[in-house]
């Protein structure tokens, strides 16, 4: 059985150790994960443990229960929290319900009631444990956001950023059905230039909803298509039977462009773009539907205008290799080596059943290794240290005598861009780290030195400030300040003989008494039995 995790913050031994034996914790479905006696030490504790809930005290040195309670809401919301106290004042008990503490409880703690408010916190945890893992509640989630992903989807396909064999998966997981045979991109672009006489009577983007709402309304009984939004414009992904369905499609277009003339006073240009077979092939179709549509200043707007009848000798080749080639970059920068090694070979194999005439493919080749150069430029690659000085790349690239020496030369090249981006990266981290472990080497001695104050320093967040710093050092970064400082406060008292009071000021604790008990907790007594003992030693 999993159990939940409990705090307890006193600074009285003897008053959590009577709370720990009030009740069978496990029984109730709990554990204690440990004890603090104050709110600072509190705070590092919730940090590492993760608990589930603190019960604390109000009355404590350093930092009282109330501020502890204020800080630890902040980092962890859903943290429950029970406060007990001596103090039966209202303005305790008002101070309690900003903090938001479950119960606010007074000393002598009574078992019987300390147990009814730990089953009714069980029952508040389980119900949010079960809403967690609820698959209904998470379905509803997931319908409510279907549309917004599906629209995603079209747009990811608009731009040729889903791989051939990831599509039949996006697809079904967003409950899409795009079985074809044959598909087709048109664009729905309404006209914002005013006619002379003609009034805006409506807002642009209103009138875009409505002529989206004529189109669905028109097609998706008859013609089997998804609309959408896109960069301003309608977009439609239709599904045909037989390429000669593209004719009667051509004709409910146009006829689509003259009811939204009459209908929603909006100019539409219907772009037809190029029918294909695949889903890969979108980006394609979208690009005819485009040039389609700049020929509007030829044949007119208020129509529909097929790029196959109009420009049957334009290039239909889809320029699938731009979204392999970032694949490739994508996985240079982030990915491991096998998934880059994946990226160029489907890169590979496609251009090996393109079927492209030779002086594409050479075209092809010259633009990959000036995508190259420039990808190596934004990232600060050293060109040199990968391909050498002075190297002839182009002359290189088009010497390779297949598609599977391609495949070798960018495996080869591609894995020491990897390794010099990991690490350079590895490096800026280490140099992130190495600047915040300087910053504390001269600033130990600030009172006012927190996580906050170095995150402003390095101006980065404290969540990636603080995962950076652990991995990079093993400790939090209040682990380390505290270390360092108790590392400092040993040499000013074995070497330099100073007072506690004034070492605890040096090392960037106010409250002497405070640092005492760090130094305590730290070496396993104080400042001068320390002291005493190791004089004492020599």
Same mark, same amino acid.
């Given at each position: 059985?999993?159990?939940?995790?409990?705090?307890l913050?006193?600074?009285e031994?003897?008053?959590?150790?009577v709370?720990?034996?009030?009740l069978d914790?496990?029984?109730m479905?709990?554990?204690i994960a440990?004890?603090a006696r104050n709110?600072?030490?509190?705070?590092e504790?919730?940090?590492?443990?993760?608990v589930?809930v603190?019960?604390t005290d109000?009355?404590m040195?350093?930092m009282d229960?109330?501020?502890?309670?204020?800080k630890?809401?902040?980092?962890y919301?859903?943290?429950?929290?029970?406060?007990?106290s001596?103090?039966d004042?209202?303005?305790?008990?008002?101070e309690?319900?900003?903090?938001e503490?479950e119960e606010?409880i007074?000393k002598?703690?009574?078992?019987?009631?300390?147990?009814e408010?730990?089953?009714?916190?069980k029952i508040?945890l389980d119900?949010?444990?079960?809403?967690?893992?609820?698959?209904?509640?998470?379905?509803?989630y997931?319908?409510?956001s279907? &549309?917004?992903?599906q629209?995603?989807f079209?747009?990811?396909?608009m731009?040729g950023?889903i791989?051939e064999?990831?599509?039949?998966?996006?697809?079904e997981?967003?409950q899409i059905?795009?079985?074809?045979?044959?598909?087709v991109?048109?664009?729905?672009?309404?006209s914002?230039?005013?006619?002379?006489?003609?009034?805006r009577q409506?807002? &642009?983007f209103l009138?875009?909803i409505?002529?989206k709402k004529?189109?669905e309304e028109?097609?998706?009984?008859?013609?089997?298509?998804k609309?959408?939004m896109?960069?301003?414009d309608?977009?439609?992904?239709t599904?045909?039977?037989d390429?000669d369905?593209?004719?009667s499609f051509?004709?409910?277009m146009d006829?689509l462009?003259?009811?939204?003339k009459r209908?929603c006073n909006?100019?539409?240009t219907a772009g037809?773009?190029?029918?294909?077979g695949?889903l890969s092939?979108l980006?394609g179709?979208?690009?005819?539907a485009k040039?389609?549509v700049s020929?509007r200043?030829?044949?007119?707007?208020t129509?529909a205008?097929n790029i196959?009848e109009?420009d049957?000798?334009?290039?239909?080749?889809?320029?699938w290799?731009e979204?392999f080639?970032?694949k490739?970059f994508?996985e240079?920068k982030m990915?491991?080596?096998?998934a880059l090694?994946?990226?160029i070979?489907e890169f590979?194999?496609?251009?090996?059943v393109?079927k492209i005439?030779?002086q594409k493919?050479?075209?092809?080749?010259?633009?990959?290794v000036?995508?190259?150069f420039?990808?190596?430029?934004?990232?600060?690659?050293n060109g040199?240290?990968?391909f050498?000085? /002075?190297s002839?790349i182009?002359?290189?690239?088009l010497?390779?005598?297949?598609t599977?020496a391609?495949?070798?030369w960018?495996?080869k090249?591609?894995m020491?861009m990897?390794?010099?981006?990991?690490h350079?990266?590895?490096d800026?981290?280490?140099?992130?780290?190495?600047?915040?472990?300087?910053?504390v080497?001269?600033?130990y001695? /600030?009172q006012d030195l927190s996580i906050?104050?170095i995150?402003?320093?390095?101006?980065?967040?404290?969540?990636?400030f603080s995962?950076?710093f652990?991995?990079?050092t093993?400790?939090?970064?209040i682990n380390y300040?505290t270390?360092?400082r108790? /590392?400092?406060?040993l040499?000013l008292?074995?070497?330099?003989?100073?007072?506690t009071y004034?070492?605890a000021e040096?090392?960037?604790?106010?409250?002497?008494?405070?640092?005492s008990?760090?130094f305590k907790?730290?070496?396993?007594?104080s400042?001068?039995k320390?002291?005493?003992?190791?004089?004492?030693?020599?």
């Amino acid at each position: 059985m999993n159990l939940y995790s409990v705090l307890l913050v006193d600074d009285e031994e003897d008053v959590f150790q009577v709370i720990m034996k009030k009740l069978d914790w496990e029984s109730m479905g709990f554990r204690i994960a440990g004890y603090a006696r104050n709110g600072v030490e509190a705070l590092e504790m919730a940090e590492e443990l993760q608990v589930d809930v603190v019960m604390t005290d109000i009355k404590m040195p350093y930092m009282d229960g109330l501020t502890f309670c204020k800080k630890l809401k902040e980092l962890y919301p859903k943290t429950k929290i029970i406060i007990f106290s001596g103090f039966d004042e209202f303005d305790y008990a008002r101070e309690a319900i900003k903090v938001e503490a479950e119960e606010y409880i007074l000393k002598p703690i009574d078992s019987n009631e300390l147990r009814e408010i730990f089953e009714r916190i069980k029952i508040n945890l389980d119900k949010e444990l079960d809403e967690k893992r609820n698959i209904d509640k998470l379905r509803e989630y997931y319908l409510e956001s279907l &549309p917004m992903l599906q629209e995603n989807f079209f747009v990811s396909l608009m731009e040729g950023r889903i791989s051939e064999n990831q599509i039949e998966k996006y697809a079904e997981d967003y409950q899409i059905d795009l079985q074809g045979p044959y598909y087709v991109v048109t664009i729905l672009h309404i006209s914002t230039t005013m006619t002379d006489g003609e009034e805006r009577q409506i807002d &642009p983007f209103l009138k875009a909803i409505a002529v989206k709402k004529l189109a669905e309304e028109q097609l998706m009984d008859t013609w089997e298509s998804k609309l959408f939004m896109y960069l301003g414009d309608i977009l439609v992904i239709t599904q045909l039977r037989d390429e000669d369905s593209a004719a009667s499609f051509t004709d409910t277009m146009d006829k689509l462009c003259r009811m939204s003339k009459r209908i929603c006073n909006a100019r539409v240009t219907a772009g037809i773009g190029h029918l294909c077979g695949q889903l890969s092939q979108l980006p394609g179709s979208y690009q005819g539907a485009k040039n389609a549509v700049s020929y509007r200043v030829l044949y007119g707007n208020t129509r529909a205008i097929n790029i196959a009848e109009i420009d049957p000798q334009e290039n239909v080749d889809v320029p699938w290799e731009e979204a392999f080639i970032q694949k490739i970059f994508k996985e240079i920068k982030m990915g491991e080596e096998g998934a880059l090694k994946e990226a160029i070979g489907e890169f590979a194999a496609r251009l090996a059943v393109s079927k492209i005439s030779l002086q594409k493919y050479r075209l092809l080749l010259m633009e990959l290794v000036t995508e190259i150069f420039r990808f190596i430029g934004n990232n600060q690659i050293n060109g040199d240290a990968i391909f050498g000085q /002075d190297s002839d790349i182009y002359n290189q690239v088009l010497q390779l005598e297949s598609t599977q020496a391609l495949r070798d030369w960018l495996e080869k090249n591609c894995m020491k861009m990897h390794r010099q981006v990991l690490h350079e990266r590895q490096d800026t981290t280490k140099f992130f780290v190495t600047k915040a472990v300087e910053y504390v080497k001269e600033h130990y001695g /600030d009172q006012d030195l927190s996580i906050e104050t170095i995150c402003s320093y390095l101006s980065v967040s404290a969540a990636y400030f603080s995962t950076v710093f652990k991995k990079e050092t093993g400790k939090t970064f209040i682990n380390y300040l505290t270390d360092y400082r108790m /590392d400092k406060a040993l040499e000013l008292l074995m070497e330099k003989g100073e007072k506690t009071y004034i070492i605890a000021e040096k090392v960037g604790y106010s409250d002497p008494n405070y640092f005492s008990y760090v130094f305590k907790k730290q070496f396993g007594m104080s400042p001068s039995k320390y002291k005493a003992d190791k004089l004492e030693q020599r």
